[in-house]
């Protein structure tokens, strides 16, 4: 008989303590989701930013911080409305941009693309990273080609005009994206451009521009952007000013210049009486405006880009 009622003292120990703990309050990133729930951040579980049995993967308090005030909706003497975490994210956010980004950062540093963050033009223009990423849940534009472009143009308008021009880049067809010449996190080329100079990142697709050539262009080795609008522009190329005018801009038009482009009577050789160009293009002769491997001149001369 004793032994059955201290079978029974224990049972309802037990039976007390199990709901004890059922009743505890729930601790931690737990805490968040009795408000935040998948009505508010929805398919969270769908990326890697979802609870995993992955210890790496963050939580809630992993990226926020820890915020007994929001949670326990703690308010300062005449605040309004509920207490921030400690780190938000959204575009009413008082927390600087740089704090922010630390949060990412504290796990996206371990690959090239973000290494040269720190210090570069996003960086500096305090522009964090839930300023172009969706975190909560898998519709990121950023990540997705067909629209990362419109969440560059938010902020990069004169693109979005150049790339609906006549001749562009197939940014709008879908082929080509902002993040094949550029890498937004850093880089160590102008521009953000992902190789170390703008010409070796138009050689990744334009390789026969690359050279090397018997014959070089100076204008071309130099740089790509001397002649081309990498986004887009009214003229053929991407050529930021039609031939003959942008031959010109380093061509003296005293020679031959403008004296084989056409004549008038009585006038300035290339001009007519209306003062119009009547020569249509210095490619019609020099089709090897990169370069050639013309060997029959001494020294550069025009000449040895005609074939």
């Not at 009795?34 to 992993?62: L, M, N, Q, Y």
């Not at 994210?89 to 704090?99: G, L, M, R, V």
């Not at 969706?134 to 938010?154: F, L, S």
Request: contains cysteine.
């Amino acid at each position: 008989m004793r032994i059955k009622c201290l079978l029974a003292m224990f049972g309802l120990f037990l039976f007390t303590q199990m709901g004890a703990v059922g009743a505890a309050e729930p601790t931690g990133a737990a805490q968040c989701v009795k408000c935040h729930d998948a009505e508010e951040r929805p398919d969270i579980s769908k990326t890697a930013h979802g609870f995993s049995s992955d210890k790496r993967v963050p939580d809630c308090i992993s990226c926020h911080g820890a915020s007994d005030d929001h949670a326990n909706n703690r308010r300062q003497p005449g605040a309004k409305g509920r207490p921030g975490p400690d780190r938000m994210f959204d575009k009413a956010s008082n927390t600087p941009a740089s704090q922010r980004s630390e949060a990412c950062l504290t796990c996206h540093t371990k690959d090239a693309k973000r290494a040269l963050w720190s210090g570069s033009q996003h960086d500096a223009a305090d522009v964090a990273c839930s300023a172009c990423h969706v975190i909560h849940n898998n519709q990121d534009k950023v990540r997705n080609r067909a629209t990362q472009a419109e969440v560059c143009y938010t902020c990069h308008k004169e693109q979005r005009s150049q790339v609906n021009k006549a001749s562009h880049h197939p940014i709008p067809e879908g082929k080509v994206t902002c993040s094949d010449c550029h890498n937004v996190h850093g880089s160590a080329g102008p521009k953000l451009v992902k190789r170390d100079s703008i010409n070796d990142t138009c050689y990744t697709c334009h390789a026969e521009k690359r050279g090397p050539y018997i014959r070089p262009h100076d204008p071309v080795t130099e740089d790509c952007a001397n002649c081309h609008n990498s986004h887009g522009s009214n003229t053929a190329g991407l050529l930021k000013v039609r031939a003959p005018l942008l031959c010109q801009e380093c061509h003296t038009t005293t020679t031959h210049a403008a004296s084989t482009l056409g004549s008038a009577p009585g006038g300035n050789p290339g001009i007519n009486a209306a003062g119009i160009w009547q020569g249509r293009s210095c490619m019609n002769c020099h089709t090897q405006v990169h370069g050639s491997n013309n060997p029959t001149t001494n020294g550069f001369s025009p000449k040895a880009l005609m074939r």
